[in-house]
C-alpha cells in the first residue's frame, strides 16, 4: 500500500451497488477515512449515503468494488465479527429490558464475564448522564434520554467503528442541538471513528471533520465543513450547502482565477472561477445572502446590479429581505437585525452589491 494510505482506517475502493443488477444506487464510491475522523455522508434521500453505510455495517451486499478496514478487507466478513457499532433513527432498543439490561446485550452476547458487564454498564451510563435510569424501561424515557441509551449501548463494546443513520431525526429542534453537542463530546472524549449519515446540512456543517456530499449515487464533493461553504465543486454542491442566490449568465472571460460573467441584464460580474464553463457558455454566478449587500455609502464594492424590493422576512437575530431583477431572477439578502437594518418601501428600486471574492462562477445545473 502506498505512503499516503498508511493512515487511512476506512476505504471504500470502487464501490457500486444495485439492488436490480440493472440500475445503480451507488455508483463508483470511494472514499478514504482516517482512524478517529467524524465523517457524514450528506444529501437528499435516495442519494445511496445509507446504502453505503449499511454495506460497511455488513447489512446490505456489495455488488463491486472493495470496502477495506485497518487494511483488512471485511466484504465477506459477518457483521457481528467487524467490531462496529451502529445507531439507529428509532433507537432500536428492547421495550422489555431496562436501560440496564439493554446495556449489557452486547456484552453478554460476547460472553463477557458478569463482573466486567456490571462495571461497564455503569460506565457508559455515567459517560451519558444516565446513571439513575439503569432500572428503568424504553418506554419510560424522553426521545433525548432513548436516545443517549442508543449511543452509548454502541459504544459500549469499544467497537473501532461507530455508525450512525439519521440518529436525532425523531427528536425536535432543541433536542436535536443538544444531542449533537453530546454526540461531538463523546467523540472527543473517546476518539472513535465515526461516520454518520444525515440530509441535514446544518447537522452535518455543525459536527463533521469532513462531509461527503452525495447525490444520485455519486460524491459531489468531500471536504471540511468550511470548504463546502467557501468553495463548493458545483452548483449542486453550492445549492445544497446553506442557502444561496442564483443569477443566470454567459462566461466571458476567465483570467488568473477570475471569471466576468456577463448577466441577463447587461451587467458585467467578475468573480472566482470555480467551476466554470468554457468562454461562451451559459453558467450560474452564486453568492451566499449574508454576502450580499445593499449599496449605500457604507456598502460599494466590486459589483453591483440593479433590484426591485419585494418584501423582507423578521427572523429574530436577521433579517431577509428580498429582491427581484429586471430578468425575473430573485435574490435574498441576509443582513443582522440591529439598528443599521434599512427600511424600504415595497418596488423601491435600489441596488445590491458584492465582492468579487464571493461570488462563485458555476456550471449550470443539470
Not at 476518539?191 to 459536527?207: C, G, K, N, P, S
Amino acid at each position: 500500500m502506498s505512503a499516503e494510505n498508511n493512515n487511512q482506517y476506512v476505504r471504500f475502493i470502487n464501490v457500486k451497488k444495485s439492488y436490480d443488477q440493472k440500475n445503480l444506487v451507488v455508483k463508483n464510491f470511494n472514499l478514504d477515512i482516517k482512524k478517529g475522523e467524524f465523517v457524514t455522508l450528506l444529501g437528499p434521500s435516495g442519494s445511496g449515503k445509507t446504502t453505503c453505510l449499511m454495506m460497511l455495517a455488513g447489512f446490505e451486499d456489495v455488488t463491486s468494488g472493495s470496502i477495506l478496514v485497518n487494511d483488512q478487507p471485511v466484504t465477506d466478513v459477518a457483521p457481528y465479527h467487524r467490531n462496529i457499532g451502529m445507531v439507529f433513527q428509532h433507537y432500536a432498543l428492547f421495550p422489555h429490558m431496562t436501560i440496564g439490561e439493554n446495556l449489557a446485550y452486547p456484552l453478554r452476547v460476547r460472553k463477557m464475564p458478569a463482573a466486567e458487564v456490571d462495571r461497564k454498564v455503569k460506565e457508559s451510563l455515567a459517560l451519558v448522564e444516565l446513571a439513575d435510569f439503569r432500572n428503568r424501561y424504553p418506554g419510560q424515557l424522553s426521545g433525548g434520554q432513548k436516545q443517549r441509551v442508543a449511543l452509548a449501548r454502541s459504544l459500549i463494546f469499544e467497537p473501532s467503528i461507530v455508525l450512525m443513520d439519521e440518529p436525532l431525526g425523531a427528536l425536535d429542534k432543541n433536542l436535536r442541538e443538544q444531542m449533537q453537542f453530546e454526540i461531538k463530546r463523546l467523540h472527543e472524549d473517546l476518539q472513535f471513528t465515526a461516520i454518520y449519515v444525515t440530509h441535514d446540512q446544518t447537522e452535518a456543517l455543525t459536527m463533521s471533520d469532513r462531509i461527503a456530499v452525495f447525490n444520485n449515487g455519486i460524491v459531489q464533493q468531500c471536504a471540511a465543513p468550511d470548504v463546502l461553504y467557501e468553495q463548493p465543486a458545483n452548483s449542486f454542491v453550492a445549492d445544497f450547502i446553506g442557502e444561496n442566490n442564483h443569477i443566470k449568465g454567459r462566461v466571458k472571460s476567465v483570467e488568473q482565477g477570475v471569471a466576468q460573467i456577463q448577466l441577463t441584464d447587461g451587467v458585467v460580474a467578475s468573480s472566482v472561477d470555480m467551476n466554470c464553463p468554457p468562454v461562451g457558455d451559459e453558467c450560474v454566478l452564486a453568492i451566499r445572502p449574508e454576502k450580499l449587500f445593499i449599496a449605500s455609502h457604507k456598502n460599494q464594492l466590486d459589483n453591483c446590479i440593479d433590484a426591485f424590493f419585494v418584501t423582507r422576512l423578521y427572523v429574530g437575530d436577521s433579517i431577509r429581505y428580498f429582491f427581484k431583477l429586471s430578468c425575473g431572477s430573485e435574490l435574498m439578502v441576509k443582513a443582522l437585525n440591529d439598528h443599521e437594518a434599512p427600511e424600504i418601501l415595497p418596488g423601491a428600486r435600489t441596488q445590491l452589491t458584492w465582492g468579487t471574492q464571493v461570488g462563485l462562477a458555476l456550471d449550470c445545473p443539470g
